[in-house]
């Protein structure tokens, strides 16, 4: 396969183009490296991934069509996995112009570039499982009705959605849905709780605690995603478009979360608790029923050892002494 990877200095793009490349497809991959966290960290993974001579680089920002067609034209690219996205919910509440700018527009022009290419075959593209809205019950499945997003961010995703459907039935552009559920992991977001109670910890700062007697993820390593993608983008969906849960299909509770991030960094954490944010949703759970017998998707990776992993590499990248 050729892959356009869009968002392949981000944490999911980062691992999904190790695992391409390591099996021989070519990856042209973009990003626009901005600033909403450490670029430093997206450099770096960048750096690792150009070891690799099946990899190609350019620094674009997706909602520039001109841009975009000009880094991807003249590759043959045969499947896109398109990941770049304005991610987190928060933020979405201070600048939400820049949600729909990456997650609506950029979108749009990714659907534009594979529908003139006259060489994609595929695409498969990110979702969140915030389109299933704020919900006490579980599991999601990708029939349930998603009409009530909570937050800016989910409604760009389910924008999203929308008009790969519409692309698909104007077009017949193979797609797939990819609806990923707190996937965490080494070279992870340093936006995430986990990384942010991981950084405190150390620091020996206190951490910040929303409603946490109500909060539950389904938290999802991110080797467990990167092992199926491979299988899902070889294989465009009979239907013409089809949306897969991602997820482990066992939440944790935020305070469970915590003590986990304790015990592997060996150290407890002061705690500040406070009041649900807006945007936020207490519940996520996936039903991955439909992975599993469409692709054999079978996470495996237990939380304590996920966040093991994470803390181990995090000490390496920092240059942090074991205490």
């Not at 009409?147 to 193979?174: H, V, W």
Request: with cysteine.
């Amino acid at each position: 396969m050729i892959i356009l990877l869009t968002g392949v200095a981000g944490f999911i793009g980062f691992h999904a183009a190790n695992r391409f490349l390591s099996e021989g497809h070519e990856v042209i991959g973009v990003d626009n490296l901005n600033d909403y966290y450490d670029v430093s960290l997206k450099q770096a993974r960048l750096a690792e991934l150009q070891r690799h001579e099946n990899f190609e680089f350019h620094k674009v920002d997706i909602s520039d069509h001109v841009a975009l067609d000009a880094a991807a034209s003249g590759k043959a690219i045969t499947h896109i996995l398109h990941l770049a996205a304005q991610a987190g919910v928060r933020y979405s509440l201070d600048n939400p112009h820049a949600y729909v700018q990456a997650n609506v527009m950029g979108h749009l022009n990714i659907l534009e570039f594979a529908r003139h290419s006259g060489t994609v075959e595929h695409i498969a593209y990110a979702s969140s499982s915030s389109v299933y809205g704020d919900r006490e019950d579980g599991p999601f499945k990708e029939t349930d009705k998603v009409r009530s997003p909570a937050s800016l961010y989910a409604a760009t995703k389910l924008s999203g959605e929308m008009l790969a459907e519409s692309y698909q039935r104007l077009y017949g552009i193979a797609q797939t849905g990819l609806r990923f559920f707190t996937v965490y992991g080494p070279w992870g977001r340093p936006d995430m709780a986990y990384f942010i109670f991981t950084d405190k910890i150390f620091k020996g700062e206190p951490i910040t605690l929303f409603a946490p007697e109500e909060m539950r993820r389904d938290f999802t390593y991110v080797d467990d995603i990167v092992d199926v993608l491979p299988k899902i983008l070889a294989t465009p969906p009979g239907s013409g478009h089809e949306i897969y849960n991602l997820g482990n299909s066992k939440p944790n509770t935020l305070m469970q979360l915590v003590d986990a991030v304790e015990v592997a960094c060996g150290q407890t954490a002061e705690k500040i608790v406070l009041g649900k944010q807006k945007g936020d949703v207490s519940n996520t759970f996936a039903d991955v029923s439909a992975a599993e017998r469409d692709f054999g998707f079978n996470p495996k990776m237990e939380l304590g050892e996920g966040l093991r992993r994470f803390v181990e590499w995090y000490r390496e990248f920092y240059a942090l002494e074991k205490l």
